[in-house]
Nanobody, 124 residues
Framework: QVQLVESGGGLVQAGGSLRLSCAAS????????MGWFRQAPGKEREFVAA????????NYADSVKGRFTISRDNAKNTVYLQMNTLKPEDTAVYYC?????????????????WGRGTQVTVSS
């Protein structure tokens, strides 16, 4: 069992940056591929980024490539999402998730543990 808690969300102006963190407890996070998803009001949840167990492989949604960076510190049992050049369309609740699939699944159903999310709001 893994518990995931996201933090770092907030309100930021367009063009700004935020760094999300996902702290894991329970089983060590190094066992899992980790991902970030987001869900905007009235929209379906969508994949944002994923990182393999030791961080060698990453995958990003086209909409965030070049702006977002996923990373992990297995010693701290924490995963990060650095978000730069934020746009109003990035506004959503961001969720951290853990998957037993490898290397970097992009489908939500392949993730078995989820956090409760953190709100990111980008003003224009």
């Amino acid at each position: 069992q893994v518990q995931l808690v996201e933090s770092g969300g907030g309100l930021v102006q367009a063009g700004g940056s935020l760094r999300l963190s996902c702290a894991a407890s329970g089983r060590t996070v190094s066992t899992y591929t980790m991902g970030w998803f987001r869900q905007a009001p009235g929209k379906e949840r969508e994949f944002v980024a994923a990182i393999s167990r030791i961080g060698r492989t990453t995958n990003y949604a086209d909409s965030v490539k070049g702006r977002f960076t996923i990373s992990r510190d297995n010693a701290k049992n924490t995963v990060y999402l650095q978000m730069n050049t934020l746009k109003p369309e990035d506004t959503a609740v961001y969720y951290c998730a853990a998957s037993a699939r490898f290397p970097v699944p992009t489908i939500g159903s392949e993730y078995i543990y989820w956090g409760r999310g953190t709100q990111v709001t980008v003003s224009s």
